[in-house]
Nanobody
């Protein structure tokens, strides 16, 4: 079965950086779009970034453009989210997810994603 395991979250100060990782198993990783979402307390889950299997044409939410980058290592079945210049409003549980249905479309809606990790907490203090 498909498993996604996120890691790398933590407590940082505003302006710091963090790199999240998501290790996938049980799927042909390089074939699928991988996405990152986040959910803050009391808010709906929102799209952060996504990348196709080849890693080209990533998409980002406007709120993170220029600060976050997404990358993947298909040999390691791992997708990364590098987060720079973190702000308190970036505080959330971050989830990685797989879209197994649209390999040539970088989806940004969470309902397009089939499998989800358990999440990792990112807390940014001011």
């Amino acid at each position: 079965q498909v498993q996604l395991v996120e890691s790398g979250g933590g407590l940082v100060q505003a302006g710091d950086s963090l790199k999240l990782s998501c290790a996938a198993s049980g799927l042909s990783f390089s074939n699928y779009v991988m996405g990152w979402f986040r959910q803050a307390p009391g808010k709906e889950r929102e799209f952060v970034a996504a990348t196709r299997g080849s890693g080209v044409i990533p998409k980002f939410a406007d709120s993170v453009k220029g600060r976050f980058t997404i990358s993947r290592d298909n040999a390691k079945n791992t997708v990364y989210l590098q987060m720079n210049s973190l702000k308190p409003e970036d505080t959330a549980v971050y989830y990685c997810a797989v879209d197994s249905s649209h390999p040539f479309y970088t989806a940004i809606r969470d309902r397009d994603y089939d499998y989800w990790g358990q999440g990792t907490q990112v807390t940014v203090s001011s």
